[in-house]
């Protein structure tokens, strides 16, 4: 459905993004967080159905600094590449990054609106707390974000619509970090925070070990009314 598309950085470099487009071809424009393992073949499906739900979706390679085109599955051997790449990643450097995709977003014809969002998973969810608090997003959505406990101090800067789905049995962002996040982010003026009973980590991949469609569905159906309520409903 989609193809890849060239950003340019704020620092001079060119980096490659994943674009899918709505069958009207045009529609509200959301950046999606990747994954540890980059832009996969499971983040461009992502992206597909967003852009079936009327979305113009852009996936950028976020770890293009460390390795550009990264493409990793889902073996213990592909694991510990993630987690090394992981381990080299600076977040304020992406937010940088995210921050161009998003006016890259709003320079293609085929957007919209000029208010836009953002979704991501794992890694993603972190990025997406803090795009909320440090990029001019309508509507962030993150899912089972990790590491977000250590960053409430930018929860002051929130001004949009947040958006975070936790599962309820995720070691990765599990009963201590959640107990630290709730009061704080739930105290936001315009911010739904969600814990899944019953499912893991990684609990929105389609095809992965710890995939629960019934969680799934509900948290994608909440993700699009938030984004619907921010952007504007697609056309």
Known sequence: MGQMMEVTAKDGGVFRAY???PAS???????????IFGVN????????????????????????????????GYT???????????????????????????????????VTTPATGFVGYCLGGRLAYLA?????????????GVNIENLLHEAPNISCKLVLHFA????????????????????????ELYRYPGVDHAFARVGGDHYDEAAAELAHRRTLAAL???LGKPQ
């Open 25 to 35: 071809g045009r529609g509200p424009g959301i950046v999606i967080g990747q994954e």
């Open 228 to 230: 619907q309520n921010a």
């Open 19 to 21: 674009l899918a487009l």
């Open 41 to 72: 073949a499971n983040m461009r499906a992502v992206a597909d159905r967003f852009a079936e739900d009327g979305y113009v979706a852009l996936v950028p390679d976020l770890f293009w600094r460390l390795q550009p085109g990264i493409e990793l």
């Open 76 to 110: 213990q051997e592909e694991f510990e590449k993630a987690f090394g790449y992981l381990a080299e990643f600076d977040q304020d450097q992406a937010m940088v990054d995210i921050a161009a995709c998003l006016d890259a977003l709003q320079a293609l014809p085929q």
């Open 168 to 191: 309820e049995q995720d070691r990765f962002a599990g009963t201590d970090a959640i107990e630290k996040i709730f009061p704080v982010l739930g105290a936001l003026p315009d911010a």
């Open 132 to 144: 909320a608090s440090r990029t001019g997003v309508a509507c962030a959505v993150g899912f089972y």
